[in-house]
């Protein structure tokens, strides 16, 4: 095991239900972590929830909520009842997220907007309900927003994508700096291109997705894409007591790709 012992916090993922948000799930369970897997697929979430509760030994500490991160009474609602059920989340991992890819004069209203209000706009949402709990409760507490490396540099098909992920990186200080004396850390973990089912889907798109998958390992100094574990350890990192005096920072976790080509 790695990281920090987690035993006695609450923590809320966004975006749990599948993909990298319930590798973070998982991990935090195993950590110690009572754990509030959000997202919009309830049924879904419910079946992983139990399944993550068994394998700890602990099913009543993890539990799924209904939450769709475009609605603000929603995320209020589903931070109310995880508190309620849970204790008030101490951790809060604003993992949900979209994306688009289009070049830029081909993108659409409709698809920016949608990527804005998931990827950003939904990041602020979470991370203020979240801090108006802790606040009044007097918790202690730590937000892990997932941006990435396309938050520090461009890509042209994906102009909505890192604009949204540059925003993250801005909420991100900014809720460091509003919050911190209320005891309540804020940072941003950076990955790179993540062996996950989204990415394997891009790959899928290629007429031959193995050498499309080799060519953007190639491009990496590791030589590979990240796998989820390495993304989750920088999360337990984060969220635990190890990254105290952590605040408004971007960890990135990118296999050496920004010291090479930007």
Known sequence: MYGSDLSGKTALVTGAFGGLGLHFARVLATHGARVALAGRRIDLGRTVAADIGAAVGRPGDIRAYALDVTDAASVADAVARMSADLGVPAIVVNNAGTISRAPSLELGEDAWTGVLDVNLSGVFRVAQASAREMVRTQTRGSIVNIASILGLVGDGIL??????????????????????????????????????????????????????????????PLERIAAPREVARAVVFLAGEDASFMSGQPLVVDGGLLATCY
């Not at 850390?185 to 193995?210: E, K, S």
């Open 159 to 220: 102009a909505a994508y890192c604009a949204a992920k540059g925003g993250v990186l801005g909420i991100t200080r900014a809720t460091a700096v509003q919050y911190g004396r209320d005891g309540i850390r804020c940072n941003a973990v950076c990955p790179g291109d993540i062996d996950t089912p989204l990415v394997q889907a891009y790959f899928d798109t290629a007429a031959d997705p193995a050498a499309l998958r080799a060519e953007i390992s190639a491009e990496y």
